[in-house]
């Protein structure tokens, strides 16, 4: 980092520890993931905002206080599997790859896949496979996972995911209506169920089925 991305890092830590986040683990782990490379060029100098940004294919990628507060709560584990849905531009699968021992992030555009792993092979990274896929109902056939987190929104709680998480399992996924805000919730496995708790209200675009066919 130079002297000016140092000082927007430090404003970041600073908000982190107002919202009781103060893990040195994962500000280590986003103080190595040099987030002005995961966007877009002429949006370098907002890349540690706290609001989303464009980046390709229409896509946005979520304000870095809100991705921060979701894995803080995820509480992600050394020897954890994790399965992202919405892997965007790529930043949170790379932090989390410095967390966990294996992630995998599912994106529905290629140009996206294609983009984040060359950023996180030229970051060393890997433990982290992007896949383009349809990410509605998870990846099944390689679960169990031990954490889920999905950034885009169901309109109703995706029970089906229960049976993709291992016994104790934690998934972070906002439900609520397309055209409205939604609630980002961490389910927690118990038994055949989940335990719901409310994280924060948030403006994600609606699950979309399917892979991109053109980008």
């Keep these: ?16 520890r107002a919202l009781g986040i103060d893990r040195n683990e994962l500000m280590g782990a986003v103080e190595a993931t040099p987030r002005p490379a995961f966007v877009p060029a002429q949006w370098g100098a907002d890349a540690w905002c706290d609001r989303s940004i464009p980046i390709e294919c229409g896509q946005t990628i ?14 992600l584990k050394p020897d954890s599997k994790v ?9 949170t699968a790379a932090i989390m790859a410095r967390l966990c ?5 599912l ?15 030229a970051l060393g990274l890997a433990n982290v496979l992007v896949r383009q896929a349809d990410g509605t109902n998870g990846l ?3 679960g169990p996972f ?8 169901y309109e109703a709680l995706p029970r089906g995911f229960v049976d993709q998480l291992s016994s104790g399992g934690v998934m972070a996924a906002a439900i609520g209506p397309a055209d409205d805000l939604q609630v980002m919730e961490k389910l927690t496995k118990v038994g055949s ?7 924060a209200q948030v403006r994600f675009q609606p699950m979309v089925a399917g892979i991109a066919q053109a980008i």
């Excluded at 021992?101 to 992030?105: I, K, L, M, T, Y």
């Design 107 to 121: 994106e529905r555009f290629r140009t996206l896949c294609e983009q984040a792993t060359q950023r996180h092979e």
């Design 1 to 16: 980092m130079d002297a000016a991305e140092r000082e927007k890092f430090a404003a970041f830590v600073l908000r982190m």
């Design 101 to 105: 021992a294996r992630v995998v992030s």
């Design 140 to 142: 099944a056939a390689e």
């Design 83 to 91: 399965l992202e849905v919405g892997c965007g531009s790529g930043f």
């Design 146 to 153: 031990d954490r889920i987190v999905v950034w885009t929104a």
């Design 193 to 199: 169920r989940f335990e719901r708790e409310q994280l």
């Design 62 to 75: 979520e304000g870095l206080d809100l991705q921060m507060k979701v894995l803080a709560d995820l509480d």
